[in-house]
């Protein structure tokens, strides 16, 4: 089946660092990509869309010079939170699109955990 | 506005028993209506997709009934185990565009 890759799986860092998420699809190629964020005993919360080649697309209210991303390949989207403060602690998620059709399967990475102290 | 409402939010079933969790839409464009199952700390994986042109999928224990009059679809597990212990989500889709609306997740607990 097809796995999507995301790393690293947990970060901890002190406000004011920049992190570094990465999302692969280790055997398929994946056009777009999606970043999620998602709260304890909450839904995902879409936050972004990532095409291959081009800008991103951010959701309402999400700040793209926060939260910069890059899907410089087809099997890679990186999302990095910019001067990370406490409030950006969450669980952040990445899927790829398997196909270039819409209603394909999305799959998911396993997500990682940010906490910013 | 494009919602999916899903209901219960948490859902208790004995072990051998059948879960049942429902999901409402109101935007009659969605035609892609997939099911994910999350694991605490894990990423949501996809159980079962439909699309309106059929009303009924089953794939093992788990089948997704779809009542398009209503705007309804719903999730059944069969012979439910310890093991489908997990947080469910409805999502829908439209053609030509490839983001999901999620529902709001249902948390299920099979007891021994």
């Known amino acids: 089946g097809a796995v999507v890759s995301q790393h690293p799986s947990r970060v901890i860092c002190k406000s004011g660092t920049s992190v570094k998420i990465e999302c692969r699809s280790l055997d398929f190629q994946a056009t777009t990509m999606f970043w999620y964020r998602q709260f304890p005993k909450q839904s995902l919360m879409l936050m972004a869309t990532s095409n291959e080649g081009s800008k991103a697309t951010y959701e309402q209210g999400v700040e793209k010079d926060k939260f910069l991303i890059n899907h410089a390949s087809l099997t890679l989207s990186t999302l990095t939170v910019t001067s990370a403060h406490p409030e950006d602690s969450s669980f952040y998620i990445c899927?790829?699109?398997?196909?270039?059709?819409?209603?394909?399967?999305?799959?998911f990475g396993d997500g990682t955990r940010l906490s910013i102290l | 506005q494009q919602q999916v409402k899903q209901s219960p939010q948490s859902l208790i079933v004995q072990k051998g028993g059948i879960s049942i969790i429902n999901c409402a839409y109101e935007n009659t464009a969605f035609d892609y209506f997939p099911w994910y199952q999350q694991f605490p700390g894990k990423g949501p994986a996809l159980l079962i997709a439909i699309r309106p042109d059929v009303s009924e999928k089953k794939e093992g224990r788990f089948t997704i009934s779809f009542n398009k009059s209503a705007k309804q679809f719903s999730l059944h597990i069969m012979d439910s185990q310890p093991g489908d212990s997990a947080t469910y989500f409805c999502a829908a889709s439209i053609s030509g565009y490839s983001t999901l609306t999620f529902g709001k997740g249902t948390m299920l607990l099979v007891s021994p």
């Open positions: 899927s790829a699109l398997e196909g270039t059709h819409s209603n394909q399967p999305q799959h």
